[in-house]
Nanobody
Framework: QVQLVESGGGLVQAGGSLRLSCAASGRTFSSYYMGWFRQAPGKEREFVGAFKSSGGDTVYADSVKGRFTVSSDSANDKVYLQMKSLKPDATAVYYC?????????????????????WGQGTQVTVSS
């Protein structure tokens, strides 16, 4: 069992930056995919970025590539989402998620159904 707690959300002006944190507890995330998703009002939850904790590339949604960066501090079981050049359409609740690694996966999962563990979410609001 993994517990995830996000923090760092808030109000930021368009063009600004924000860093979200996700603290993991319970079992360590050494055998998980760790990812970020977001859900805007009236929209479905969408993939932002994720990585395989045992190594490999981090994958991103095309809409955030080059502006958002997912990183981790494995010693402290934390995952971060650095967001730059924020746009108003980034306004959403951001969720940290974890998925158990399956040897049949050919890539880092991008669908939320694949992730079994979720944080409570943190609100990010980007004003124009």
């Amino acid at each position: 069992q993994v517990q995830l707690v996000e923090s760092g959300g808030g109000l930021v002006q368009a063009g600004g930056s924000l860093r979200l944190s996700c603290a993991a507890s319970g079992r360590t995330f050494s055998s998980y995919y760790m990812g970020w998703f977001r859900q805007a009002p009236g929209k479905e939850r969408e993939f932002v970025g994720a990585f395989k904790s045992s190594g490999g590339d981090t994958v991103y949604a095309d809409s955030v590539k080059g502006r958002f960066t997912v990183s981790s501090d494995s010693a402290n079981d934390k995952v971060y989402l650095q967001m730059k050049s924020l746009k108003p359409d980034a306004t959403a609740v951001y969720y940290c998620a974890a998925a158990i690694i399956d040897y049949r996966d050919y890539d880092v999962p991008r669908t939320d159904r694949r992730y079994a563990y979720w944080g409570q979410g943190t609100q990010v609001t980007v004003s124009s």
